[in-house]
């Protein structure tokens, strides 16, 4: 199973992007997607999850401007975000649990997506 993110690049402060996380390989099922950010020197934090049952959570600092969203049949995952701010500048990496059979699930990392939200 490979994830392929895309969609980052340099943005105005005020700007939108859209992220996308695709998933492909043997896939039974996807459960649980998110996305984590991880700035300069910073530890690497969970910018939004969508659960199982499509409920969702975000992180403090992008509720309200970012939306995780996914499609299942085309095992892709995205994150809107709007209303960027240069404190947004970061790696994103997508994540996905996978279950690769009815019994056997793992946790897959994307390879990373550069976000630059210019002031």
């Known amino acids: 199973v490979q994830l392929q993110a895309s969609g980052g690049g340099l943005v105005q402060a005020g700007g939108s992007l859209r992220l996308s996380c695709a998933a492909s390989?043997?896939?039974?099922?996807?459960?649980?997607m998110a996305w984590y950010r991880q700035a300069p020197e910073k530890q690497r934090e969970l910018v939004a999850k969508i659960f199982t049952d499509d409920s969702t959570d975000y992180g403090d600092s992008v509720k309200g401007r970012f939306t995780i969203s996914r499609d299942r049949v085309k095992n892709t995952g995205y994150l809107q975000m709007n209303s960027l701010k240069p404190e947004d500048t970061a790696v994103y990496y997508c994540f996905a649990e996978v279950q690769v059979s009815r019994n056997y699930q793992f946790d897959y990392w994307g390879q990373g997506t550069q976000v630059t939200v210019s002031s």
């Open positions: 390989g043997s896939i039974f099922k996807i459960n649980d």
